[in-house]
């Protein structure tokens, strides 16, 4: 089977596609999950979001813009402050720079759409592995179209455990995440080195980078379900 | 002073910029000149190569798509059948799949640029920390908009040269590339290992791959040069 890894988002996709955005919408969408959420709804632009609400019950909206909180939402994009909350019977609709458009392209193409981080890598890969039958994509969601050291180092743990559950033919972004997982250091140096890490340590936010970096800490893995009554502009995954 | 890696073109660069196609655009650029080219005109589309022709004495035409040469041009892309002819006082006209159209790219907001790849490694590295005051930034050409191991191995190669030269603050691009340099194995396993040093091989074209993985075995650098008297829709690139 194949092992293919974009180091960004480019389409055409086997059957199942495994998104990352570790720092942080991946990361967030499994501690909202992990909190008793019963759905998330990964909109296409922050407006859909926004018209979302008063629409249904039970909505909550999270994201952000340049790692800030968007104005109008009710949180960011912070599994620790995921963490502290209690989302039981809530649907939370997600917007994000980079993660959420990542899986609207996986989505365009992918059969089964699953959303990894560090916090879930074990469970993903395991979930992955199980539903393939044409071969798994990773996609790294990138920042702003520049691929991001903290998803290929992702992307490289989850092909590690994908390589300890079967044979798989790797392309080159597959080899390259391998080798930046090996040589990148543990989880925790590799995503507070990163571009992206550094940028939210100064915005206050390097709780959220220590909390994305904690490996297979869970074993929820956000699964795409399809459906006609998902919202027009956006993908509701639910935990799996 | 600040170094970049760009594992796919971005654009929006400093004031030096490295164009790596080492698969083979840049090695096969190098080629040409290290066998008296007196110029490189790399055009933006093959149709401007082909209308060039007859316009100026001394022309030739080279290039490749998927691999093989394009028809109507008297060369492909090729460092082994460049290295067995004399090109002295010719100017070579070029359009490949990926490199020349990241060169345009280069060109479109960068000062200096410069054509490099492992046969020229160490002669390009050294040009671009003379010339740079701003910063350097090394451009992967990638294959078909994916990002190519080839190219993030030599880019790495570049960035080890550059740290040898003095201090750099790197970003996750060179942070990658450094990574895959030092755990991707010596350049003739790192450039044959690659999806598309395997593509050529099947093509019979690994005489190439094996000249591409030269570590610095010409000081020629290919080097952009402006001016009024460049056809439109190229540039000019001349040994420097």
Chains 1, 2 share one sequence.
Not at 84 to 109: D, E, I, P, R, W
Not at 183 to 208: C, I, Q, V, W, Y
């Amino acid at each position: 089977m194949k092992l293919r890894v974009d180091l960004l988002p480019h389409g055409n996709y086997p059957d199942v596609v495994l998104v990352i955005d570790a720092l942080r919408a991946t990361t967030t969408a499994v501690a909202y999950l992990e909190r008793g959420a019963q759905a998330l709804l990964l909109t296409s632009t922050p407006e859909v979001a926004l018209a979302l609400r008063g629409t249904r019950e039970n909505l909550l909206l999270a994201g952000e813009r340049g790692g800030l909180p968007i104005p109008g939402f009710d949180f960011g994009n912070s599994p620790a402050e995921a963490g502290t909350q209690n989302f039981a019977g809530k649907t939370v609709v997600m917007n994000t720079t980079n993660g959420t458009g990542a899986a609207h392209v996986a989505a365009q193409s992918g059969k089964h759409v699953l959303l990894a981080a560090l916090t879930n890598a074990h469970a993903a890969a395991r979930r992955a592995r199980a539903l393939a039958s044409e071969g798994i994509a990773i996609v790294c969601a990138g920042t702003d179209g520049r691929v991001g050291l903290e998803d290929v180092y992702t992307a490289g743990v989850l092909a590690e455990y994908l390589l300890a559950m079967g044979d798989f033919t790797l392309d080159d972004g597959a080899r390259i995440a391998l080798t930046v997982r090996r040589g990148g250091g543990d989880p925790a140096e590799a995503l507070s080195g990163s571009d992206h890490g550094l940028h939210l340590a100064t915005l206050g936010l390097a709780e959220d980078v220590q909390l994305a970096a904690g490996l297979s800490t869970s074993t929820v893995v956000p699964t795409l379900e399809r459906g006609e009554d998902v919202p027009e502009g956006t993908l509701r995954f639910v935990a799996g």
